[in-house]
Every structure is written in structure tokens, then in C-alpha cells.
């Protein structure tokens, strides 16, 4: 059984650094037009050639994303960007819309067409179509039972490949369609610019009682009665590789790098380490530990293993955050770990240095210094150069995080 993909996120040149150095087979990414994350840096037509060239450096692969919704006056756009993903030599394009396919079918006939979980697909029959229509992959809706995955798998060409989420957030529409934020702000969320209304707390009003907020449930704070928790399939990478899918897809463009580096890292080892195992492998409880490090909400196993499981979080439309990035590694000189800052530490703090593919590895900061090699007590100015003793390697980028809550 080949060993699935790791898909990761890149929002921005930081984002896709992150992905790129903890392991990610392939990386998806956006121009700021006809992709559904309008919030992120994105990457302009010369970033995305330095983008993909970066990919390529390192055997990864970039997909780009073509998965809005657009109207009739954005169409002018297309060729130019059709011709700006085949001059970066993009290795795919994610598409949402059959006319989008179609045309990009006849306008970049050597790019690969994966068609978006925006597009919905549900079943074998629509995946098999869209095969006959050009499609190389269907990102599969997000909806979908694993025993419904596995017949689409059954039932679909072998040369199709299947694509599903795997980790990050979940949507309360049926995959991403979603007017909600259009009538409450004017954002469209089929163009990437979604305002989130899901998490936001309601209230009933009654007319005749105006300023006379009723919560929903029992709760002073109202109900979060839209409001998805998060999808973790961590512990499960056995049951999806076995189900047929080819590509294991984070959820996360707008999300930090630390957050792409470290669930990328996460699935990689897991799948990493069921491939080595060839069968009876169970996820060792650290690895579990690691999708807790990044700030998220509550997790489920969402739509997986039935409608039941995936739920709401009814107790705020917030994150859990127990952990922080300390600092992010630029090099090792002379038996220093040269960082440069990104939250406050102290010396006698612990911290946890991440290494691609490996167990996060304590730290004791029983010295520090400046940049110049000056004894300080503490880092507490964003991006300043610190060195702490190191009698290992590690590469730059890597990421130096800090417990902020009780285990």
C-alpha cells in the first residue's frame, strides 16, 4: 500500500518554510485572487515562481489554488493567471467549478486538476465523472464517513487519486458553501474573505423587549451554536491510509507557521511510522500530545465515524493555547543555539526544541546570551538574537516553544 501524502498549508513564504522543513510531500497555496483564504499574506505572481522553485529544491510538490467561486466580471483574470501558473510550473491546480476545469483543461493542459472540496463531492459517481472531465484528484467533501471514502476509492478508477482533510477546522455549511457571513458583513466566503459568524456567541431577542438578550442554553455568555470544533485524525492515520486515501490534507493557510510546522511534523512521523510498522501500529500517546502544542479548539474526529462525533463546542468560540513559541532557530555556532526571539524567556525557564522527525527534545536555559555574547537574564524584545549552550544541531527554522499552562 503506498504511503499517503502530507499536504500542509502555506499562507505566506514563512508558512511555507515551516511545511517544507518538518516533512510535508506537497504544499497548497494561493495567489490573492480565486483562492478561499483572502486573510493570509498570499503570494504575488513573483512570489509564487520563488515559491514553487523552493518547492522543487526540496522534492515537494506545490498545488495552486483556483477554488473560489467567482462571477462573471473576475473571468477577465483567468488567462493571466493561467499563464502565471504555468511560468512557476505549478504541479497542480485546485479547482472548485466545472467551467474553472474545463477551461483549465484547455488553457494549461500540463498542469494536474484537483477538484476542490468546495465542489462537494459526495460520492463514486461524481468522482468518477469528474475523472472522465479531467480531474486527476477529488478532494473529497469534508462530510463523508470513512466507509463512504472507502467505496469511492472502490469504485473509482486506481489512477484517481482521493484527497480529505485530515486535521485543523471544521465548517458548519456543507463543505465551506456558506452564506451566513454575506448577510451578516458583506464577505463573501465563497471568495475567501469569510468574517467566521459560526463562532460568534448568539442571543434571542424579543421584539417587544429590545436591549433583552435570552441566552439559548443555560450560559450567561449565550450559545455557540454554530460553532465546529476542530478535526484531529492523528490517532488514526492506520484506518485512513487503509480507506485508500492518497493525500492527508491540513487545514490551515491562515494559521501560523509554528502551527504549519509543527502538524505537519505531527503527520509525518505518524505516517512515517505506520509505513514502517506494515501493520498493527498504534500512534505513540507523544505524538498525540504534539497536535495540542499549537493553539486550537476542541477536537473531534469530525464526520469520519458518523454525524455524531464531529458536534459542536457549545463552551466559547475561542482557542486553547498552553503553549508558546519561544524562538525560532537561525544556526549553531560554537556550541550555541543562536535563536531569534518571539516570546519572552527567562534563564531556569524549560523549553522544548522541535527537530524535523523527532521527539521534542528538553531544554534547561541555564545561560543565555545577546547577540554580541553578553550574559542577559532574560529575552523580552520581539526577534532579538539569543544564544543558549547546545551540544547538538539543529536546522534553521526549527522552533523553541514554552509550556504557558498546567499539564
Given at each position: 500500500m503506498a504511503k499517503p501524502e502530507i499536504l500542509a498549508p502555506a499562507g505566506d513564504f514563512e508558512r511555507l518554510k515551516a511545511a517544507v522543513l518538518y516533512g510535508a510531500d506537497?504544499?497548497?497555496?494561493?495567489?490573492?485572487?480565486?483562492?478561499?483564504?483572502?486573510?493570509?499574506?498570499?503570494?504575488?505572481?513573483?512570489?509564487?515562481?520563488?515559491?514553487?522553485?523552493?518547492?522543487?529544491r526540496h522534492g515537494v510538490r506545490a498545488y495552486l489554488t483556483l477554488n473560489t467561486l467567482p462571477?462573471?466580471?473576475?473571468?477577465?483574470?483567468?488567462?493571466?493567471?493561467f499563464a502565471a501558473?504555468?511560468?512557476?510550473?505549478?504541479?497542480?491546480?485546485?479547482?472548485?467549478?466545472?467551467?474553472?476545469?474545463?477551461?483549465?483543461?484547455?488553457?494549461a493542459p500540463e498542469i494536474e486538476l484537483h477538484v476542490s472540496t468546495q465542489a462537494g463531492v459526495m460520492n463514486h459517481l461524481t468522482a468518477a465523472e469528474l475523472f472522465r472531465l479531467g480531474a486527476?484528484?477529488?478532494?473529497?467533501?469534508?462530510?463523508l464517513s470513512l466507509d463512504e471514502i472507502r467505496e469511492i476509492r472502490e469504485k473509482v478508477p486506481q489512477e484517481m487519486e482521493i484527497e480529505a482533510f485530515?486535521?485543523?477546522?471544521?465548517?458548519?455549511?456543507?463543505?465551506?458553501?456558506?452564506?451566513?457571513?454575506?448577510?451578516l458583513t458583506g464577505r463573501d466566503a465563497n471568495r475567501g474573505e469569510c468574517s467566521q459568524p459560526c463562532r460568534w456567541a448568539y442571543h434571542l431577542v424579543e421584539e417587544k423587549r429590545p436591549g433583552l438578550y435570552l441566552p439559548v442554553v443555560e450560559d450567561e455568555r449565550g450559545s455557540y451554536l454554530l460553532?465546529?470544533?476542530?478535526?484531529?485524525?492523528?490517532?488514526?492515520?492506520?484506518r485512513l491510509a487503509e480507506a485508500g486515501i492518497t493525500s492527508f490534507k491540513i487545514e490551515g493557510r491562515a494559521k501560523s507557521a509554528y502551527y504549519c510546522g509543527i502538524i505537519t511534523n505531527a503527520y509525518r512521523m505518524a505516517v512515517d511510522g505506520w509505513a514502517a510498522a506494515g501493520g498493527g501500529w498504534s500512534v505513540p500517546g507523544w505524538l498525540v500530545d504534539e497536535v495540542?502544542?499549537?493553539?486550537?479548539?476542541?477536537?473531534?474526529?469530525?464526520?469520519?465515524?458518523?454525524?455524531?462525533e464531529a458536534g459542536q463546542c457549545y463552551r466559547d468560540g475561542g482557542y486553547v493555547r498552553d503553549w508558546e513559541v519561544s524562538g525560532v532557530v537561525t544556526g549553531c555556532v560554537d556550541g550555541m543555539l543562536v535563536l531569534s526571539e518571539r516570546n519572552r524567556f527567562s534563564k531556569g525557564d524549560t523549553l522544548e526544541l522541535v527537530l524535523p522527525g523527532k521527539r521534542p527534545a528538553a531544554i534547561e536555559v541555564e545561560r543565555m546570551f545577546d547577540g554580541e555574547g553578553n550574559p542577559i537574564e532574560s529575552a523580552n524584545h520581539p526577534e532579538m538574537t539569543v544564544q543558549i549552550p547546545f551540544g547538538g544541531d539543529a536546522p534553521p527554522g526549527a522552533f523553541l516553544r514554552r509550556r504557558t499552562a498546567a499539564p
Open positions: 506537497a504544499v497548497y497555496l494561493g495567489l490573492r485572487q480565486f483562492g478561499m483564504r483572502a486573510a493570509p499574506g498570499n503570494f504575488t505572481e513573483e512570489e509564487l515562481f520563488e515559491a514553487v522553485r523552493f518547492c522543487h462571477r462573471n466580471h473576475e473571468l477577465a483574470n483567468l488567462p493571466a493567471f501558473a504555468k511560468e512557476a510550473k505549478a504541479d497542480a491546480l485546485i479547482v472548485a467549478d466545472i467551467g474553472l476545469l474545463m477551461l483549465a483543461r484547455r488553457q486527476k484528484r477529488a478532494v473529497l467533501a469534508r462530510e485530515v486535521h485543523g477546522s471544521m465548517c458548519m455549511s456543507v463543505s465551506g458553501r456558506c452564506v451566513i457571513s454575506n448577510y460553532n465546529a470544533k476542530d478535526l484531529s485524525m492523528i490517532g488514526y492515520v492506520d495540542h502544542t499549537v493553539s486550537h479548539r476542541e477536537y473531534s474526529t469530525g464526520f469520519y465515524f458518523g454525524p455524531e
